[in-house]
C-alpha cells in the first residue's frame, strides 16, 4: 500500500487542469454544446478548489459558495441552453462562428 | 372698478378661442358677429375704465393691476400686469372703438370669402394683442403685444396668400418689422441694465437718474424699434406693400391702430427722451423728413389704397415730429384724429374697391359720387379733415404739430407745412379722380366682361354704418383739443399727469398761434386750388413723375443693393459660416466617425474572440498585479 497522503495541492493542481481543459475547449471548439459543457468543466474546477481549501482551512463559508455557484450555473444552463435551441431550429447544424452578425 | 382692467384684452382673447373652436361651423356671419359682439364689449368696458380713472383725482389716475409674476429669474422680477393711466386708456378706447366699427364694416366686406370665420379669429388676435402693448404695465408686456399685433399683421396681409404677392408682402412686413424688434429688445436690455426694472411708472419716476450716454442710447434704440413698426425712414417700405391685405386690414392695422404704436411707445418714454432732447430731436428729423418724402411720393400714385398707404406714413412723420419736439399731447391728438380720418378713408376706399368690383386703380374711376352717394359723402369729410381744412379735426391737431415744431425749430416747421401743402394736394387728387371728373370705368367696362353691363354700386348698409360714425367723429374730433383757453384744452388737461412734466410748451403768443394757423390754412387751401385745376379743371398737365411714382426708386436701390453688392457679402458670410462654423462641427463628426470605423474592427461577432480577450486580458491584468506586489 503506497503510503500517499492526499494535500490540497493535488486537488488544486486537478482543478487547474480541469479548469485549463474547460478554457482551451471554449477557445477552440466550435460546437455550442460542447462550449457549454467546456464551461461547465471551467465552474466545477473552481468548485473543487473552493472545497478543497474550505476543507484545508476548515471553513465552511467555501463549500456555501460552491452552493451558489450551482445554482447560478443551473440559471446559467438554462438560458443557454435556450438559445442554442433556437439557434438550432434556426439554423440546423450552426456553430458558434456562424452567429457573427453582430460584428462592428 | 378699475381692477377690471385685464377684461379689456380678455374679452378678445376670448372671441379667438372660441372663434378658434367653433369658427368654422358658425360660418358667415355668425363668426363676425361674435367677433364684433366681443370687439364692442371689450369698448363698452373700456368705456367705463375710462369713467372709472375720471372719477379719479388727477394725479391718481394711475392703476396697475398685477395678475401674477411672470418672469423671477435672479434679479429680473417681470409682472403681468396691466397699467391704467390716461394714455394706456386713450389708447385702448380708439383701438376698441373703431376695431369694432372695422370689425362690423368687415363682416360686409368679407361677404362670400372662403375663409370667413378665420379672418375674424385673426382680427380679435389682433385686437387682443393690440390691447396688450398699450395696457401693459412693463416694456416685457408691451413687447408681447408688439410681437402679437406684427405676426398678426403678417397673417392679414398674407390672408390672400394664393396671390404671391400678397405672400411676399407678409414676409417683406414680417422681416423689416424683426429689424425694429431688435431695437426694441436692445432698449430693454439697457433698461434693465441700468435701472434692474422694466415697470413704465418705476422708468417714469427715475429716468432722470439715468446717465446721459444710458439715456441716448435707451431712447435711440426704442426709435430704431418705433421706426419699424411705425414705418419711419428708412425702415417705412413694408406698409405700402402691405396694401395686400384685406381693406378692414389696411384700416385697422395699417392705418389706426398698430402702426402708431411707435408714438405711444415714444411717448411712453418721454420722461427717457427728456433727459436727451439730442434724441428727441434726431426724432423730430426723422419725422419731418419721412412726412416730406412720403408726401412727394403719394402725388404719383395711381393705387386708391398707395395713396393712402403713403399718406399713413406721412402723418406718422408728423406723429414723430411731435413726439421729437416735445409736444406728446399733439402727437396723440393727431394719433386719434388720424385713427378717425384715415380709418374712414380706408373704409370709404374698400367701399369703392368693393362697389368697383376689386378695382384699385384711380384711372378707371371717377364720378363715382353719382352713384355711391353715401360712399362719397363720407370720404370728402375725411379729406376735409386730413387736408387741414378747419373747422375739420385734422386742422386742429396738425396745428398743434405744427406749433410744436416751431418751437423746435422753424426749417421743421417749414418741412411740415411744406408737407401739408402737398397733403392737401394729393388728397383733392384722390377724391377727384375717384368721385368727380368723367365716368372713365365705363371705358374699362369690356374687361369685366363677364358681369355684362358693369356699374359700380353703393354698398350694403353694414359697411356704410361704420363710415357714418367715422365721419362724424372725423368731423368733430378737434373737439377733443380746442386751443382757445386752458378749459377747452380736454386732451391735454387729460394727459397731463402722464406726459405733462415732460411737455415743451411753446412760447408763441396768442397771435403768433393765429398766424402759424393761418399759414397751415393758407398752405392747404393752395394745395387744394392746385390739384382742383389740374384734375378738374385740366388747366395744367398733371405733375406725376416716374421717379416719384417709384416711391424715389428706394424699393429698387434696395433690392438691386441686395441682389449685387450685398449679395456677395451675404454669400461671404455664408461661406464663412459653412466652411469655417459648420467646418469645425463636420470635422469633429467626421473624426469620431473615422476613429469608429478603426476601432469597429475589433468587434468581429466571434464569441470565442471575446473570450479569448477575456481570458487573456485577465491573465495580463493578474502579471500585472502580481509585478508590482498587489497580490
Avoid at chain 2, 60 to 86: C, H, Q, S
Wanted: aromatic share 12%; with cysteine; charged share 15%.
Amino acid at each position: 500500500m503506497l503510503a500517499v497522503q492526499t494535500t490540497p495541492t493535488w486537488y488544486l493542481v486537478l482543478a487547474a487542469v480541469v479548469f485549463a481543459i474547460g478554457a482551451v475547449g471554449v477557445l477552440i471548439r466550435r460546437n455550442p454544446i460542447i462550449m457549454f459543457m467546456c464551461v461547465e468543466l471551467m465552474l466545477n474546477a473552481v468548485n473543487l478548489s473552493f472545497v478543497a481549501l474550505s476543507k484545508a482551512l476548515d471553513d465552511i463559508a467555501g463549500q456555501t459558495v460552491v452552493f451558489f455557484v450551482l445554482v447560478v450555473a443551473a440559471a446559467e444552463v438554462v438560458v443557454g441552453l435556450g438559445i442554442v435551441v433556437a439557434l438550432l431550429r434556426r439554423q440546423p447544424g450552426a456553430t458558434a462562428d456562424d452567429v457573427a452578425t453582430m460584428k462592428g | 372698478m378699475l381692477q377690471m382692467v385685464w377684461l379689456i384684452p380678455a374679452l378678445p382673447l376670448l372671441g379667438f378661442v372660441l372663434l378658434l373652436l367653433v369658427g368654422p361651423r358658425l360660418g358667415e356671419p355668425n363668426s363676425g358677429r361674435l367677433a364684433t359682439l366681443m370687439a364692442a364689449s371689450s369698448f363698452g368696458v373700456t368705456v367705463a375704465m375710462f369713467f372709472a380713472l375720471l372719477n379719479r383725482e388727477p394725479e391718481e389716475r394711475e392703476y396697475v393691476k398685477t395678475l401674477f409674476t411672470w418672469i423671477p429669474a435672479g434679479n429680473l422680477t417681470v409682472d403681468f400686469g396691466f397699467l391704467a393711466d390716461p394714455l394706456s386708456i386713450t389708447m385702448a378706447l380708439f383701438v376698441t372703438g373703431i376695431g369694432t366699427l372695422i370689425h362690423l364694416y368687415a363682416i360686409g366686406y368679407m361677404h362670400g370669402d372662403p375663409k370667413f370665420s378665420k379672418f375674424f379669429l385673426y382680427l380679435n388676435l389682433f385686437v387682443f394683442s393690440m390691447l396688450m402693448l398699450v395696457l401693459g404695465s412693463n416694456m416685457l408686456v408691451t413687447f408681447l403685444g408688439w410681437e402679437g399685433v406684427g405676426t398678426c399683421s403678417y397673417f392679414l396681409i398674407s390672408f390672400w396668400h394664393t396671390r404671391d404677392s400678397a405672400a411676399t408682402a407678409g414676409k417683406k412686413a414680417f422681416v423689416t418689422n424683426r429689424v425694429g424688434d431688435w431695437g426694441f429688445m436692445v432698449a430693454m436690455f439697457f433698461t434693465f441694465q441700468a435701472l434692474g426694472n422694466l415697470d413704465y411708472l418705476h422708468l417714469k419716476e427715475n429716468a432722470h437718474s439715468l446717465s446721459n450716454t444710458t439715456a441716448a442710447a435707451i431712447a435711440l434704440f426704442l426709435f430704431i424699434g418705433a421706426a419699424g413698426k411705425s414705418a419711419q425712414l428708412p425702415l417705412y417700405i413694408w406698409l405700402p406693400d402691405a396694401m395686400e391685405g384685406p381693406t378692414p386690414v389696411s384700416a385697422l392695422i395699417h392705418a389706426a391702430t398698430m402702426v402708431t404704436a411707435g408714438v405711444f411707445l415714444m411717448t411712453r418714454a418721454a420722461s427717457v427722451l427728456h433727459v436727451v432732447p439730442e434724441i428727441g430731436t434726431v426724432i423730430a428729423i426723422v419725422g419731418a423728413l419721412t412726412a416730406l418724402f412720403a408726401a412727394t411720393v403719394a402725388v404719383a400714385q395711381n393705387d386708391i389704397k398707395k395713396v393712402l398707404a403713403y399718406s399713413t406714413i406721412s402723418q406718422l412723420g408728423y406723429m414723430f415730429l411731435a413726439v421729437g419736439s416735445g409736444a406728446y399731447v399733439a402727437a396723440i391728438f393727431h394719433m386719434v384724429t388720424h385713427a378717425f380720418f384715415k380709418a374712414l378713408m380706408f373704409l370709404g376706399s374698400g367701399s369703392v374697391i368693393h362697389g368697383m368690383h376689386n378695382e384699385q386703380d384711380m384711372r378707371r374711376m371717377g364720378m363715382l359720387r353719382k352713384l355711391m352717394p353715401v360712399t362719397a359723402i363720407t370720404f370728402i369729410i375725411g379729406w376735409l379733415a386730413i387736408a387741414g381744412v378747419p373747422p375739420f379735426s385734422g386742422f386742429w391737431s396738425k396745428d398743434e404739430i405744427l406749433l410744436g415744431a416751431w418751437g423746435k425749430s422753424p426749417v421743421l416747421w417749414a418741412v411740415g407745412l411744406v408737407t401739408a401743402l402737398l397733403t392737401a394736394y394729393y388728397m383733392t387728387r384722390q377724391v377727384i379722380m375717384v368721385f368727380f371728373g368723367d365716368a372713365r370705368w365705363e371705358s374699362h367696362a369690356e374687361e369685366h366682361g363677364a358681369h355684362g353691363d358693369f356699374k359700380p354700386h353703393e354698398s350694403p348698409w353694414i359697411m356704410l354704418a361704420p363710415l357714418v360714425v367715422l365721419a362724424g367723429l372725423a368731423a368733430v374730433g378737434g373737439g377733443l383739443n380746442l386751443p382757445f383757453t386752458h378749459g377747452t384744452k380736454l386732451l391735454e388737461q387729460w394727459l397731463e399727469p402722464v406726459v405733462g412734466e415732460f411737455e415743451h410748451h411753446s412760447s408763441v403768443t396768442a397771435g403768433g398761434k393765429f398766424g402759424l394757423a393761418i399759414a397751415a390754412t393758407v398752405a392747404s387751401l393752395i394745395g387744394i386750388a392746385v390739384a382742383y385745376s389740374i384734375y378738374e379743371k385740366k388747366r395744367r398737365p398733371a405733375i406725376e413723375p416716374e421717379i416719384l411714382a417709384r416711391g424715389w426708386r428706394y424699393d429698387e436701390v434696395i433690392s438691386s443693393f441686395m441682389g449685387g453688392p450685398g449679395r456677395k457679402l451675404f454669400e461671404v458670410t455664408a461661406l464663412a459660416d459653412a466652411k469655417v462654423v459648420d467646418g469645425l462641427v463636420n470635422k469633429i463628426g467626421n473624426d469620431t466617425q473615422d476613429i469608429g470605423n478603426i476601432i469597429r474592427k475589433i468587434q468581429t461577432g466571434y464569441v470565442r474572440q471575446y473570450a479569448a480577450g477575456i481570458g487573456i486580458g485577465a491573465v495580463l491584468l493578474l502579471v500585472w498585479f502580481v509585478s508590482r506586489g498587489v497580490l
